[in-house]
């Protein structure tokens, strides 16, 4: 089984302020999703990232994709309290092995007022 | 916007019981999926199903099966409940079989199940 390592595991901040959260394995993966979840409600698809290296941006969130593809980042920019959510990334192992998608256990994000 | 709708959001059923869990997506997407989602142990793949009739095994199917008889509803069912199946279950579509998992997967709001 690939692990998707996220970090932190809970992050409680005031808003206005920036934060990075990490998702990091041992693996190479041909691409890395980011999903926000509220909750009550299922995960939302915030992003894939395909290439090695990639940075993509989504207003206030910037989402990398590491050099060597065994790593991603996502860092928010002057948070708001509806930025507040689990965030999960997940990835497809792409050195074959079993079929399916690799979730972390997600970062739970709360910003203050 | 793809709409993935779960039967029930919240769900209590008696330990022994078979109980059914039913998912319907509107965008005639090939790929379903059924998840279970735990404090601690994030979000495990039960079943997928990347046409009708077909089903494949995830990560944890033990206790569980799955039934695809029409494109858009793909049902997860526990054959005999037990306390330990106690979760948040969530399904998820996406579009086209190739590049299955490169693709966003569109999820439901999800059903607690309390098996008790």
């Known amino acids: 089984t690939q692990l998707l390592e996220q970090s932190p595991q809970f992050l409680s901040i005031q808003e206005g302020e920036n934060l990075t959260v990490y998702c990091n394995s041992s693996?190479?993966?041909?691409?890395l999703q980011w999903y926000r979840q509220e909750p009550g409600e299922g995960p939302v698809l915030l992003v894939t990232?395909?290439?090695?290296?990639e940075v993509k941006k989504l207003k206030r969130l910037i989402f990398q994709f590491g050099d060597a593809r065994k790593d991603s980042s996502l860092h928010i920019t002057a948070a708001q309290t509806g930025d507040t959510g689990l965030y999960l990334c997940?990835?497809?192992?792409?050195?074959?092995?079993?079929?399916?998608?690799?979730f972390g256990k997600g970062t739970h994000l709360i910003i203050q007022p | 916007d793809v709409k993935v709708t779960q039967s029930s959001r919240y769900l209590v059923k008696r330990t022994g019981e078979k109980v059914f869990l039913e998912c319907v997506q509107d965008?005639?997407?090939?790929?379903m999926f059924w998840y279970r989602q735990d404090p601690g142990l994030g979000l495990r793949l039960i079943y997928f199903?990347?046409?009708?009739?077909?089903?494949e095994k995830g990560d944890i199917p033990e206790g569980y099966s799955v039934s695809r008889e029409k494109k858009e509803r793909f049902s997860l069912i526990l054959e005999s409940a037990s306390t330990n199946q106690t979760s948040m279950y969530l399904c998820?579509?996406?579009?086209?079989?190739?590049?299955?998992?490169?693709?966003?997967?569109?999820f439901g709001d999800g059903t607690r199940l309390s098996i008790l």
């Open positions: 998820a579509s996406s579009r086209d079989r190739v590049y299955r998992w490169n693709q966003p997967q569109h």
């Open positions: 693996s190479v993966f041909s691409s």
């Open positions: 990232v395909v290439t090695g290296g």
């Open positions: 997940a990835g497809r192992d792409s050195g074959g092995g079993a079929d399916g998608l690799t």
């Open positions: 965008m005639d997407h090939e790929n």
């Open positions: 199903s990347y046409d009708v009739k077909m089903k």
